[in-house]
């Protein structure tokens, strides 16, 4: 509230219900920003923020307590509970809230709302405000400006505080810990699937009930399609399976990425494309130091990339020239990473005023670098054909330098294989 400008209005809404099938619905995740200002973990619920309003400053509309309805569906807080447990000033039903919002709009200079995300509210908004344009003559004054709250909620999610990083610290904790059960449980002859499931399994038991995004397990060729989610395949002895699996946490994001030996040996040329992925990667995490540029960290995984694929013969060329016509791209496609946080792709700018900004303490990112060889790639030779690599931490900037939240789960290969060969676990 203290960013917003004098005698403004902030509006956010509760993320939709989604249909699964029929009458089936998904688990339910609260909208990050709003979840962000309130802890509030309904559906059908709008929060207010009106800086100065004598009656009240922080306003939550929600479902009305319902006994039959939460007899079904479950417990709900009521505008009472919205005031005693998430600290709003004061809460109403949100089926009142046609009368309540135009009166808390009249006079209001600013609005600030993120205009486009959801449509039928924004229609709703739309008809409140031509409410009081109706009622001009008797002295109604509409709100003149429609300002995007993301800019300045989105600046505030991007720096972490004390509270978020344990719980971060916490999900990077669980998520290596599940890798590490992938790693010692995986031989030929399971399916991508059965990983998927000891992945989750570790999640679970440990309290995050779900992954914070799409768990991909990518055997082999499946390795190279870099959003592969179908983890149906059997795993073949002398392939690599790449896992990029992270949990959630209360609402915060793990993002991890390991690809080890489905027989828990590499071979030369798999190892050989790891250990250049490897040292992309450890020389990514070096860079996210306060006051580098955000691009630094990718500039410098693009740099091994290049040098390594050119050592191997893979690209054939003069160093500065594979980089700048981007020839690295047929291998590394994508960028060195992104901010983390409540969303695995997180708010926040990464430009301002068209420059890349700067790294700076309470920043969260991935480092998360990868060499994929198409197995349709007939320019290079076949012993290299559908090798898959990524290998992806979470880096916290701090004064001292780089602090990786996912260093439990080892990557060197042959720590890698020390694991590996170690008994499987038990079945917590
Ligand atoms: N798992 C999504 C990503 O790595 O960006
Ligand atoms: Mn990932
Ligand atoms: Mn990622």
Redesign the pocket.
């Known amino acids: 509230m203290e960013l917003m400008a004098d005698n403004s209005i902030a509006i956010l809404t509760a993320a939709p219900e989604q249909t699964r099938n029929r009458d089936i619905h998904y688990p339910y995740r609260q909208d990050s920003d709003l979840f962000y200002l309130t802890g509030f973990p309904e559906p059908e619920a709008v929060l207010v923020l009106v800086p100065g309003r004598e009656h009240g400053e922080c306003l939550i509309f929600c479902r009305d307590r319902n006994i039959e309805r939460e007899i079904w569906d479950g417990y709900r807080a009521g505008p009472e509970g919205a005031c005693e447990k998430y600290g709003a000033d004061d809460a109403f039903p949100i089926d009142d809230i046609d009368e309540i919002l135009p009166g808390l709009l009249e006079g209001r200079d600013r609005v600030y709302y993120a205009m486009g995300k959801d449509l039928t509210f924004d229609r709703h908004l739309m008809d409140w405000v031509n409410t009081i344009r109706g009622r001009a003559r008797a002295g109604a004054t509409p709100p003149g400006e429609f300002v995007d709250l993301d800019h300045l909620l989105h600046e505030l999610r991007l720096f972490k505080s004390a509270a978020e990083l344990k719980i971060m610290r916490e999900a990077g904790k669980i998520s290596t810990r599940a890798h590490c059960r992938a790693m010692q449980i995986c031989k030929p002859g399971m399916y991508e699937y059965q990983l998927q499931a000891e992945i989750e399994h570790e999640f679970a038991m440990a309290g995050a009930r779900f992954p ?2 799409g768990s ?1 397990v990518g055997s082999g060729e499946n390795g190279c399609i870099l ?1 592969y989610v179908e983890n149906s395949a059997k795993l073949k002895d002398g392939d690599l399976v790449l896992i ?3 949990c959630e946490l209360q609402h915060y994001a793990a ?1 991890i ?1 390991r690809t080890f030996p489905v027989n828990g040996k590499y071979s030369a040329e798999q190892k050989a494309i790891y250990d250049v992925v490897l040292e992309a990667q450890l020389a990514g995490i070096k860079a996210c130091a306060k006051d580098n540029h955000w691009d630094e960290p990718h500039q410098v995984t693009v740099q091994v990339i290049t040098e390594g694929l050119r050592e191997l013969g893979l690209l054939d060329g003069e160093l500065n020239e594979l980089i700048e016509t981007k020839a690295y791209r047929y291998f590394y496609m ?1 960028r060195a ?2 901010w983390l946080g409540m969303d ?2 997180d708010v926040g700018d990464y430009k301002i005023d068209d420059e890349w900004r700067l790294l700076e303490k309470g920043m969260v990112m ?1 480092v ?1 670098p990868g060499i994929y060889i198409s197995p349709d790639n007939k320019d290079v030779h076949k012993r290299w054909r559908g090798i898959g690599i ?1 290998i ?1 931490d979470d880096v916290l900037v701090t004064a001292k330098g780089p602090e990786v939240l996912t260093s439990d789960a080892p990557k060197a290969t042959a720590d890698i294989e020390a694991l590996m060969s170690e008994n499987t676990p038990k079945n917590s």
């Open positions: 914070a995004y991909i959003h990029d699996a992270g993002d990425t994508h990473g992104h695995v792709h991935t998360e990524r992806e």
